[in-house]
């Protein structure tokens, strides 16, 4: 559960949630909405936008808002091509309903997202065609508008094989700022992105953001321009499509915050927690394991001294994911080291390039991108030098 999301949607909450479709004897319709009465010809609002979440060829495929009777319906039509469809096509659309003065921005990825969903399923098994399975739809429609509208996110079973996964973005006033000991983790699926939605740059870069590599790393092994590269990653933030996290060491030192509790108040949250950071080919972890381990988190423990502690937790949590889930929902933060210089120094030497940044406003990541050296050749250059120290913050 993101608590900025589900913020933004109790202050700019969904008024419905619609499926339409084109009937081959009734043409263009609103077949199930929840709640019953929002899109209406007494509310003027379905004749305003009938056209557009049924529309003509030339609009198919495409994400459509219309701004109608202080209304913003949004939706992304498509046309299934197929000899087992009356006239040989089926045209069907899921949206939504907003006040004319929200932002449909943050909506927009899950009505695409639900869009390739549902797409997926009729061509799998016929479900939104057939009148069998078509019936559930008004169900998943009341879910979808209850859990969006509570906690900014949702998760609807379609079938035995097909789990929806959606959630709104909210809008962030400013660009985060990027720097190159930055990791971005990808908070949503690129596959459910058409490539014609990314830029060249972005196209190049997004195989690499796996949430291990900073951004530094990506731009050198993607080969794009250092600062194209943070240009990419901070327009991807302010989407809330990457989330920034610090890079994983065994040597870092993290603490837990409020945030964690928030944990044991929602079951759909501890689901989603222990599949992501579950061991992959072992026993699958408890709430209590990943609780232990979160809690062990504290000042001068290290990530490995965790592991070493915990070594039975630690044989069904993957470590790595467990510290990627706590930065991604804020349950846990990183205490960074700080170098600073206690004297002058007026030599250019190997060094003096280390002195150069500890002035205490570098973390030991921002230093080890600028020098190009990693965590222990660092650790070694700050043992052999007398006259740096460390702060921890």
Not at 27 to 44: L, N, V
Not at 180 to 199: K, M, Q, S, T
Request: charged share 20%; glycine share 4%; proline share 6%.
């Amino acid at each position: 559960m993101d608590p900025a999301a589900q913020l933004y949607v109790k202050k700019h909450p969904i008024e419905c949630m619609f499926f339409s479709e084109f009937h081959h004897k009734q043409g263009p319709r609103i077949t199930y909405q929840y709640p019953d009465g929002c899109i209406t010809k007494e509310s003027g609002l379905l004749e305003a936008v009938i056209n557009y979440i049924i529309p003509k060829p030339d609009l198919q495929q495409k994400l459509i808002t219309v701004n109608a009777v202080g209304k913003k319906v949004i939706g992304c039509p498509v046309c299934l091509n197929n000899s087992k469809y009356p006239r040989n096509q089926y045209v069907f659309n899921f949206g939504l309903v907003l006040d004319n003065e929200n932002k449909s921005s943050p909506c927009i990825p899950l009505i695409k997202k639900l869009s390739t969903y549902m797409v997926e399923v009729e061509k799998e098994d016929s479900f939104v065609s057939s009148e069998a399975t078509k019936s559930r739809i008004p169900d998943m429609l009341k879910q979808m508008f209850d859990q969006l509208n509570k906690k900014g996110s949702c998760t609807i079973s379609v079938n035995e094989s097909t789990t929806i996964y959606l959630k709104i973005f909210p809008p962030t006033s400013l660009p985060p700022a990027v720097y190159d000991h930055h990791v971005p983790i990808l908070c949503v699926d690129p596959e459910d992105y058409d490539a014609n939605d990314w830029d060249l740059t972005t196209l190049q870069v997004l195989p690499f953001i796996d949430g291990f590599r900073h951004v530094q790393k990506i731009a050198s092994t993607a080969d794009v321009d250092p600062e194209l590269t943070r240009i990419c990653v901070q327009n991807l933030a302010f989407y809330n499509l990457v989330k920034l996290i610090s890079v994983f060491q065994y040597t870092n030192v993290y603490i837990t915050t409020s945030k964690v509790n928030l944990i044991m108040d929602d079951l759909e949250f501890q689901k989603e927690c222990l599949n992501y950071v579950a061991r992959t080919g072992h026993q699958r972890p408890s709430l209590r394991d990943v609780m232990t381990l979160y809690c062990g988190l504290a000042p001068g423990v290290k990530v490995q001294d965790l592991c070493l502690r915990h070594q039975d937790e630690i044989s069904r949590v993957n470590e790595q994911k467990l510290i990627q889930f706590g930065l991604i929902h804020e349950m846990i933060r990183k205490i960074n080291m700080y170098p600073v210089t206690l004297k002058p120094v007026h030599h250019s030497s190997s060094k003096s390039n280390l002195h150069k940044y500890a002035t205490g406003q570098f973390s030991s990541e921002e230093v080890c991108c600028k020098l190009g050296v990693n965590q222990s050749e660092l650790h070694s250059r700050l043992e052999q030098d007398h006259n740096i120290v460390t702060l921890w913050k």
